[in-house]
């Protein structure tokens, strides 16, 4: 076996434990085992922050081994249910209805009834200056017009975290005030506080229109003046990841896709819009603390996990976590996830400079990318188009990611 077999084999086997810990920590049980490891009587000035990671951890994978395997076995595929359909709506559909379906694209109100006609887009993500001198009946009657005119179903879209990201909330037509962030709401109420706000979130904006909010973040951030630390929950590893199980669950009892950001973890990186965030820690951290969260969400039935442009060095050194198939394939293989991978939006400055000329989009699709984030459709949709045409993708590689597509447009019902 050599040196990469064995990596990769380690890997998958360390991630395995990790999620027996998570199960048992969603059931309560493990929660008392680390209170117990925490409570050990070891003098406190003797233990590394290495060492804490180490002793917490440990006993508890030591138990679990043959638990997490029998996880490995069961796993199924999120969306299986509903291939059979996903596969007969495909073998009908066109290359160019096929590409289109790709791509979630920055909304614009003018021309969009075309394109979806010619151009057929997965979705629309909206932005504040969407619902700017809109109310609640305007912005529906709009989208549902949309939503009518797309034969395969549009994911409408819409970045409502609460606190400093709030779309629809930052106008008075839509809410009395914005929506408090998960910090500031878990800090007065807990996990009871979280899930009501969750409710309340996911009626408003099924209200009018929306069927996803790219949300929970599910990154662990601690420094006070780093770029996530007002978006992220504030709390510990494990904290957040029953934060992220419970909100997942709610939100899908609700109808309203989640999205699991920003995979592998965003830490305390700088802000990828304006240039690159390079992270140096180990992989051994993200195993420890920054998967949690996500391997937590996807036992409770995440549908869709967004990738970072961050560069993770310990994973892949040379690309943007959301153009990295090293990434994605811990996300596939490692941490078992198969619903909906997409990519943060492609215009961002963190990606330009890593890309083959020019082709964000095509290197995206070739990480193993279901879905692109895209504030430029048509030149990215030709990337691929010609890539493709080129033999540089394969069809079935298009054709794995939008059947993936349709199935989860199937099991939300966005497509009949």
């Keep these: 076996m050599d040196k990469e077999q064995s990596e990769k084999k380690h890997n998958s086997l360390t991630t395995l434990i990790i999620l027996a810990v998570i199960l048992c920590v969603s059931v309560g049980m493990e929660l008392w085992v680390i209170h117990r490891v925490q409570s050990s009587s070891e003098p406190e000035d003797l233990i590394t922050d290495k060492d804490q990671q180490e002793r917490d951890v440990t006993p508890i994978i030591a138990s679990m081994h043959d638990r997490a395997t029998t996880v490995a076995k069961e796993y199924q595929e999120l969306f299986s249910n509903y291939y059979g359909q996903a596969e007969a709506l495909l073998q009908s559909m066109t290359l160019n209805e096929k590409i289109g379906q790709l791509f979630l694209v920055r909304f614009h109100d003018d021309g969009a009834m075309e ?47 609460g606190g400093s990201v709030v779309r629809v909330s930052a106008y008075p037509e839509f ?20 899930l ?32 996530m630390y007002d978006r992220s929950l504030g709390q510990d590893a494990q904290t957040t990841a029953a934060y992220v199980s419970q909100l997942i669950r709610a ?16 830490g305390d990186n700088a802000d990828t819009h304006t240039g690159i965030a390079v992270d140096e820690r180990s992989y051994e951290t993200f195993q420890t603390a920054d998967f949690l969260p996500f391997i937590s969400g996807i036992q409770a039935d995440a549908p869709c996990i967004l990738v970072s442009h961050t560069i993770v060095t310990s994973m892949d050194p040379n690309h943007p976590a959301s153009l990295s198939k090293q990434v994605h394939n811990i996300l596939r293989e490692n ?10 939006d492609l215009n961002m ?68």
Excluded: C
């Design 335 to 344: 941490l078992h996830f198969s619903g909906i991978i997409m990519t943060d």
């Design 115 to 161: 394109e979806i006609k010619n151009d057929h887009p997965g979705g629309y993500i909206l932005f504040s200056k969407d619902f700017a001198n809109e109310t609640k009946g305007s912005i529906l009657e709009k989208l549902q017009r949309l939503q009518n005119a797309s034969k395969l179903g549009l994911i409408l879209a819409v970045d409502e975290e």
């Design 251 to 266: 939100m899908n009892d609700d109808g309203m896709i989640s999205v699991m950001k920003h995979f592998p973890g965003y």
């Design 196 to 227: 009501t706000d969750s409710a309340e979130k996911s009626a408003l904006l099924k209200s009018i229109g929306l069927n996803m909010n790219l949300a929970p973040v599910a990154d662990i951030s601690i420094d006070p003046m780093a770029f």
């Design 349 to 416: 400055d963190a990606v330009k400079t890593y890309v083959d000329n020019g082709e964000a989009a095509v290197q995206a699709i070739l990480a193993g990318n279901d879905m692109i984030i895209t504030s430029d459709f048509q030149a990215n949709k030709k990337e691929i188009l010609n890539a493709v045409n080129e033999g540089r993708i394969s069809e079935a590689q298009i054709d794995q990611a939008v059947k993936r597509l349709l199935a989860w447009k199937y099991s939300y019902h966005i497509i009949e």
């Design 175 to 194: 809410r009395a005030d914005r929506f408090a962030s998960p910090r500031t709401i878990y800090d007065s109420g807990q996990l009871p506080a979280i």
